[in-house]
């Protein structure tokens, strides 16, 4: 008798968790999430999930600690209520800049992270684009981990010419060469200086920008200090103009204000975390759907196919 295939989602991104599962004809399964007056979670799974598959839709994003929670309990939950096997799918996955001691007696919470959703009862992940591949290495369970390039390369194929992408520091370079490979163009990279989180300073652009629309690529934008100057820098190099892609639109603290003053005329992002209500208003955002590729993959994960040969 096949598994029956449940998909439930908490208060991070519902919307999202609706339109993957109108790619799945099927429903949205039931849920309450709530709060205890002293805020404090409360999660009851409001249909019968005995030997299902079961799949939860939860980035954890701002607030992170909620919706961590969120997770965690209500993975607890669907375990607690013979689920046969629950998958995590982390469209974006907090705390994964923590992956490694940069400084003594700090600590690795992408590991910790790894740690809560086993201990809990996660037996798969799903998630896209993460902070650095290894996290993968963080779980004992399987992970297949996707990336957003199809979708920002269809966009950039069609809304772009005469392109050089740019990778605005040195860990992004894999990154953006491979989307330079795919786009047939050139490559130029920011060389950067971080003091502190939060904090960078741009300091030069190896590669030859003149006279091209520049994509500045990442993984993330957060308070967006790293891209507008980077956007800076390109513009003195010479670019005609400046544009920027990334998977995840987090856009905390200043980022709003900053992008509005920046001379970057388009930030791309994902709907991989749904934007604030400041963030809705500004007109250089522009939001591609990962509903589908997402859809696909909790599709083939179901019927035991093959995830990978989705980027082939």
Known sequence: MPKTIKVFSGNANPELAKDICDHLNISLSKVEVRRFSDGEIFIEIGE?????DVFVIQPTCPPVNDHLMELVIMVDALRRASARRITAVLPYYGYARQDRKVAPRVPITAK??????????VRRVLAMDLHAGQIQGFFNIPVDHL?????LLEYINKAFNNVIMVSPDAGGVERTRAFAKRLKTDLAIIDKRRDRPNESKAMNVIGDVEGKTAIL???MVDTAGTLCSAAGMLMEAGAAEVHACCSHGVLSGPAIERLEASVIKSLVITNSIPLHSKAKECDKITVLSVSKLLGEAIGRIHSEDSVSSLFV
């Open 48 to 52: 019968n999930v005995r030997g299902a």
């Open 112 to 121: 910790v992270v790894a740690e809560m959703l086993m201990v809990v009862g």
């Open 147 to 151: 990336y957003a390039a199809p979708v």
């Open 217 to 219: 690529l990442d993984d």
